[in-house]
């Protein structure tokens, strides 16, 4: 089954962490779970509401592929794609 936001990126709308880019590798039905590669790792993501976040649509990305996929994933590759995302909207 393919979850509907997983491996999607986002941006945090509220909180200490606010316009911070992510990498959603989960979710239920109220609660994302986000990676950032840095402080928030792919083994201890954040917990945030989905109505805290805005999703941004990179379904043409490998690595979203690899997370709808269930294959593993490091946290360097979290890394570089959101690095390229902020690189492409500068």
Do not use: F, T
């Amino acid at each position: 089954m393919i979850n509907e936001l997983k491996g999607l990126m986002a941006k945090s709308l509220v909180g200490h962490d606010k316009d911070k880019i992510y990498i959603v590798i989960g979710e239920d039905s109220q609660y994302v779970y986000l990676s950032d590669g840095y402080l928030k790792m792919c083994d201890k993501p954040k917990k945030k509401k989905k109505k805290h976040v805005q999703i941004i649509k990179n379904e043409n990305s490998l690595l979203y592929r690899k997370i709808q996929e269930n294959q593993k994933i490091s946290d360097e590759e979290i890394k570089l794609e959101i690095k390229q995302y902020i690189s492409k909207r500068n």
